[in-house]
């Protein structure tokens, strides 16, 4: 049995159980998605937006699906789907790929979903915080979905923490939607410190109207094999859209970024930096395309990938992209693959820092850069503890899991 028959025998098996447990809006797309699931299958490597990643080899084990019910914290943005205080079927799977096969396979088998609702002109002082915790006693595959709609006029940060406790294998899918109406701001962190035995696949849609801004961090600390993708909509005038994302890797890790932003109106700004270190055997990859319509004059747009493998035996591979249909842009790219600067190991070195100290300290400064630009201070200050910890071999599961102590 091919990786695409065992789930698609696995939605005609359980299909009716997650649509029973499951609300109208999620089950009026589901069969669609379903079906394009389907008629697409996993991507091959063949595929460019999944050149890097075995997808295939990643979904072929048996894994058992969950249907415990999402755990909501009492919160006042923070809803479960199904109690949504606003129609949510303008949103839900609107701005997500419907031609990418985990959004279709996680369209079709999700049962539950979670809102983050911020109304008109509301400003948010303290972070949303979305918890999402790993645990069973036998392999099992985890669909997640997230709402997020930003009212005209609101300000926010949410955090997404993905954690895993358990010594066992899990497949994650997770799709993100996200809505900001003009003028709203946004800064969305998802935080990854999961297992070496987690497979973590997450698709982030963002559509921004008018006057918006929106950074998204993407922060691997601890994984096992990691897909992170994201896609940004610049879809009125004057708007702002900042990626940025670290990640770290050592033992048989594999990090993928694939990002996309694309410019659809005049006057838009896009800033990306990515930074990798990778180590021992693990593998990573970037990929970061800018798109430019024909009629999105007047676009600024800047992405950087900078990547350090601090093992022979680690591997990078780089792909950043500009595609452009206007004349009137200011637009530039650029990527660099490095080892340890051997000078500055010496330098360091002749003034007494033991080397094993100095390429720490080296990797810290590296990551440095991405860290520098979290406006959540408490958040930041925690992260440069956490990347330290991590370059010393000091993090190895997530020290904020009560699951884990």
């Not at 969305?188 to 997450?202: N, V």
């Not at 595609?323 to 200011?330: H, L, N």
Request: proline fraction near 3%; charged fraction near 25%; include cysteine.
């Amino acid at each position: 049995m091919t990786s695409e028959q065992q789930y698609i025998e696995l939605y005609r098996e359980a299909g009716d159980l997650i649509k029973s447990k499951s609300c109208a809006v999620m089950n009026a797309v589901r069969d669609e998605a379903f079906e394009a699931f389907q008629r697409v299958g996993f991507p091959t490597k063949k595929v460019e937006r999944y050149k890097y990643t075995d997808v295939a080899t990643a979904f072929a084990p048996n894994y058992g699906i969950s249907l415990s019910p999402l755990t909501v914290k009492p919160s006042a943005y923070i809803y479960n789907i199904i109690d949504a205080p606003i129609d949510v079927a303008p949103y839900y799977h609107q701005v997500a790929d419907k031609t990418d096969a985990i959004t279709a396979l996680n369209t079709a088998l999700v049962h539950d979903a979670l809102l983050v609702y911020v109304p008109k002109n509301t400003l948010v002082s303290d972070p949303i915080v979305v918890d999402n915790w790993l645990r069973g006693n036998a392999a099992t595959m985890m669909n997640r979905r997230i709402l997020i709609v930003m009212e005209q006029g609101s300000d926010a940060t949410i955090i997404i923490n993905d954690h895993a406790a358990d010594k066992q294998r899990f497949l994650t899918t997770q799709v993100v939607e996200v809505y900001c109406h003009d003028n709203a701001r946004l800064d969305l962190y998802e935080i990854e410190e999961t297992t070496p035995l987690c497979s973590r696949f997450s698709n982030v849609y963002i559509h921004e109207g008018r006057d918006c801004s929106v950074k998204h961090n993407s922060i691997t600390l601890f994984n096992g094999q990691t897909r992170n993708l994201c896609d940004v909509y610049l879809r009125g005038e004057n708007s702002e859209v900042t990626l940025n994302g670290c990640a770290i890797g050592g033992g048989t890790q594999r990090i993928d970024n694939n990002t996309l932003i694309r410019h659809e109106v005049p006057n838009c700004t896009s800033n990306e930096l990515y930074k990798y270190v990778v180590d021992d055997k693990s593998v990573g990859a970037f990929a970061g395309k800018i798109l430019v319509d024909k009629d999105a004059q007047k676009t600024t747009s800047q992405e950087t990938n900078a990547n350090l493998c601090a093992s022979s035996d680690a591997r990078m591979y780089t792909q950043p992209m500009l595609e452009i249909y206007a004349d009137d842009v200011k637009c530039a790219h650029g990527s660099t693959v490095g080892v340890m600067d051997e000078a500055a190991l010496f330098y360091m070195r002749q003034r007494g820092i033991p080397e094993a100290e100095a390429r720490t300290l080296l990797k810290n400064a590296f990551m440095g850069q991405v860290i520098d630009q979290i406006k959540f201070e408490p958040l930041r200050q925690k992260l440069y503890v956490k990347v330290e910890k991590r370059f010393r071999g000091e993090l190895d599961k997530c020290e904020d899991c009560r699951l884990c102590k």
